[in-house]
C-alpha cells in the first residue's frame, strides 16, 4: 500500500511539473553568438569560479541552470551529467551547475545526484538574471507545490519564489555562447550526445 501510494505521489508530482512546463515566462534566453557575461562566483565546495579565468585554463564551460533538489527533472540532468563527467571533461569543459536554492539543498541535490562538479547558489539571482533565465513563479504555483511538500521559500531560504527556465549553455574559449539550449518546458534538457557534439 506505501509503494503504491509512493508511485501515486510521484506521478502527480511529475504531471504537475509537466502542466506548469507550459506556462509563459517573459524570458527569452540570450543566443548561440552572444557574448557570455562574465561572472565570479563560490561554488559549493568554496573554489571561486571566475568565467574568464575558466575559459583561460579550459577549451569551453557548460553553464546549465536548475530549480533545485525537489524536481526530478533537474536531478535526472544532473545525474547524466555526472555520469558523463569525464566524456565532457576530455573535451577540455568546465561544467557549473547555478540554482537559487540554498547552500544547504545544493547537498542534498549532490547527495541525490552524486555530482562532482561545480555547483552555484546564485543568492542574488546575478548569474540568472545576466542570462535571462529567470522569472517568478506566481503565488498560486507556489500553494500548488507546497500542497504536494514542495516549499519553494524553504528550497531557496526567501520568499521571492524566484525560478530558472533550465537552461545550458556552452561558452566557447573567445567568451562567446557556442550552444544554446533554451526550453520552457520543464521536461526538455540539453542531451548529453549533443553537448559532446557541439564540444
Not at 509503494?3 to 506521478?11: A, E, Q, S, V
Not at 544547504?104 to 546564485?122: H, L, P, Q, R, Y
Not at 537552461?167 to 555562447?177: C, E, F, R, S
Request: aromatic share 10%; charged share 20%.
Amino acid at each position: 500500500m506505501k509503494t503504491t501510494t509512493n508511485i501515486m505521489k510521484r506521478f502527480l508530482l511529475i504531471a504537475l511539473f509537466t502542466l506548469s512546463a507550459t506556462a509563459l515566462f517573459a524570458q527569452a534566453g540570450l543566443k548561440a553568438g552572444d557574448k557570455a557575461p562574465a561572472f565570479v562566483a563560490k561554488d559549493n565546495t568554496g573554489k571561486e569560479l571566475d568565467l574568464k579565468k575558466l575559459l583561460k585554463s579550459n577549451k569551453s564551460v557548460v553553464l546549465f541552470f536548475y530549480r533545485g533538489q525537489w524536481c526530478p527533472y533537474c536531478n535526472k540532468h544532473i545525474q547524466q551529467l555526472q555520469d558523463s563527467l569525464q566524456l565532457l571533461t576530455a573535451k577540455g569543459a568546465y561544467v557549473i551547475g547555478v540554482t537559487p536554492e540554498t547552500d544547504e539543498n545544493i547537498a542534498k541535490t549532490v547527495g541525490k545526484t552524486k555530482a562532482s562538479f561545480s555547483m552555484v547558489s546564485d543568492k542574488g539571482y546575478a548569474i540568472m538574471k545576466a542570462y535571462d533565465v529567470n522569472y517568478v513563479m506566481e503565488q498560486a504555483q507556489v500553494n500548488k507545490y507546497k500542497g504536494y511538500g514542495i516549499d519553494l521559500e524553504a528550497n531557496n531560504g526567501n520568499t521571492d519564489h524566484m525560478l530558472p527556465v533550465p537552461a545550458t549553455y556552452v561558452i566557447g574559449k573567445d567568451g562567446k555562447l557556442t550552444y544554446v539550449h533554451f526550453n520552457k518546458d520543464y521536461s526538455k534538457r540539453a542531451s548529453i550526445k549533443t553537448l559532446l557534439s557541439v564540444l
